[in-house]
Nanobody, 120 residues
């Protein structure tokens, strides 16, 4: 029943900005963490940014200072500034959440992905 729906991807020039949004829906009781991963052609999926329930954040070194993450209940946003061609990837929304109690059990959920292409 849980669904993560991303939006905001597209084509942008190097140096430009995009804002990705993700909304989680379903019978969600509690959210532990939400965030974003990405997968570039020929590479493994990698962490971009996470935000925990207490507001703590975790960024990949490659995006620090350029990307910010924010969360509003069951929505998470990724503001991407100063985009580079190497940011080109499919970006996946991620959530670790419980459908039972605020103490768990916890399960991982993924969106379908949204393409971000940065041209030079």
């Amino acid at each position: 029943q849980v669904q993560l729906v991303e939006s905001g991807g597209g084509l942008v020039q190097a140096g430009g900005s995009l804002r990705l949004s993700c909304a989680a829906s379903g019978s969600i009781v509690s959210i532990s963490t939400m965030g974003w991963y990405r997968q570039a052609p020929g590479k493994q999926r990698e962490l971009v940014a996470l935000v925990g329930s207490g507001g703590s954040t975790n960024f990949a070194d490659s995006v620090k200072g350029r990307f910010t993450i924010s969360r509003d209940n069951a929505k998470v946003y990724l503001q991407m500034n100063s985009l580079k061609p190497e940011d080109t990837a499919v970006y996946y929304c991620y959530a670790r959440l419980s459908l039972v109690t605020s103490l768990g059990p916890w399960n991982d959920y993924w969106g379908q992905g949204t393409q971000v292409t940065v041209s030079s």
